[in-house]
């Protein structure tokens, strides 16, 4: 490759690596090229997958102020730029490294940190953040919806002429489901949070 033409390559990957929001550094020998476009098209629009030369892919990181452990840089190296949701990415690896074994997943750069192929795992089995708010949209409306109900009791009884003291007043309703969906969308916001990655001593050794 000419002068130029490194220079230029190592400027686009650098600018990838810093555009990340996490990075998996795969190794695909032995993959077709029509299995490489199935990977790509498995990952989607929102993470770019890259054959690339380490030497370059090195500098690159460098620049970018990315610590990348010598380790998955050896062999012949495929890198995805993960741009979207990054537990998306990590499932979409994972299935396809099932059914494709030549894909080895060698490890990355998740939230600034490097992390193993185990621990990129774990991030694959985690709930996706599109589920996470279906789920609280769907406890909310829930909530929404019993509110709704408690109101048009007492609307009816109010209506009806019936007395209605013994009845909780409506700001002391409206309180309680709103603590209640705040309640839920703790309990979603908490499954959503990824586990700390912890540093084993083979983390180490490669930082």
Request: proline residues 4%; without cysteine.
């Amino acid at each position: 490759m000419a002068r130029p033409d490194k220079a230029a390559a190592v400027a686009e990957l650098t600018e990838d690596f810093r555009s990340a929001n996490a990075t998996v550094l795969t190794e695909y020998r032995g993959l077709s090229v029509t299995s490489m476009k199935q990977l790509r098209r498995a990952l989607g629009s929102t993470t770019k997958y890259s054959v690339v030369k380490n030497t370059l892919t090195k500098i690159a990181a460098k620049d970018a102020g990315v610590d990348l452990s010598p380790e998955l840089l050896k062999g012949p190296s495929a890198v995805a730029f993960i741009k979207g949701d990054p537990i998306n990415a990590a499932k979409s690896l994972r299935d396809f490294a099932k059914e494709n074994p030549f894909l080895i997943i060698k490890g990355g750069i998740f939230e600034g940190k490097a992390i193993s192929t185990a621990e990129l795992m774990q991030l694959a089995n985690l709930e996706s953040r599109e589920v996470l708010l279906a789920k609280l949209a769907g406890a909310m409306k829930g909530s929404l919806a019993k509110a709704a109900r408690v109101f048009d009791a007492l609307r009816i009884k109010m209506e009806a002429g019936a007395p209605v003291v013994a009845e909780a007043p409506a700001a002391a309703v409206e309180a309680a489901v709103v603590e209640e969906a705040a309640a839920v969308e703790t309990e979603v916001v908490a499954e959503a949070t990824p586990v700390e990655v912890e540093v084993t001593p083979e983390t180490e050794e490669k930082e």
